[in-house]
């Protein structure tokens, strides 16, 4: 539906991507990314304009990020959510990231109808820090409890943030 990847995909990366940050002490943020008001932006677009606001949505995402970043789209039910992994970032480029993006959709004329030409989205960000382990191998965690741990902090980032008000980034504290 968007041309992105999907959830299979990005599970699976991330743990890839999590157990050779853990394993090399490298620094590894995801990110996930909801569009405000999604219930009335459905409601009012309907199915087929949706999609395609969807795949304009994954288009700008994929022009606002590094070639080493990865973006899919992860739910077909519910509002719909993004995620993008960012290798080799910590908490303060996540952020940066993340601001980077809300900047790249909400200055974006989409070709929708209505109200909807100008749209927002909220980060939920989670980072694994550079953590140096004292006297034992790091990577205790296998790689479905790193993919799991870090989509779930990200989620509740982006929730925590939605309390504030939207067009926001928030930040989770997952650490390994």
């Given at each position: 539906m968007t041309g992105i990847w999907n959830s299979k995909f990005i599970n699976a990366l991330i743990g890839q991507e999590a157990n050779r940050a853990v394993?090399?002490?490298r620094p590894l943020s995801v990110l996930v990314v909801e569009l405000d008001h999604a219930e009335h932006v459905d409601k009012e677009l309907g199915h087929i304009q949706l999609e395609g606001l969807l795949r304009e949505i994954s288009e700008r995402l994929g022009r606002a990020?590094?070639?080493?970043?990865?973006?899919?789209f992860l739910d077909a039910e519910g509002p719909p959510h993004f995620a993008i992994v960012l290798p080799e970032t910590d908490e303060q480029g996540a952020t940066l990231a993340a601001d980077k993006i809300r900047r790249a959709i909400a200055s974006?004329?989409?070709?929708?109808s209505g109200n909807w030409k100008r749209i927002t989205v909220s980060c939920g960000a989670a980072t694994i820090d550079v953590?140096?382990?004292s006297g034992e191998e790091a990577g205790l965690m296998n790689r479905r409890?790193?993919?799991g741990n870090l989509l779930r902090?990200?989620?509740?980032a982006l929730e925590s943030g939605r309390s504030a008000g939207t067009n926001r980034t928030?930040?989770?504290?997952?650490r390994s």
């Open positions: 394993r090399y002490h990020i590094r070639d080493t970043d990865t973006v899919a974006y004329d989409f070709a929708t953590v140096r382990p409890e790193y993919t902090e990200a989620y509740h928030s930040v989770g504290a997952f």
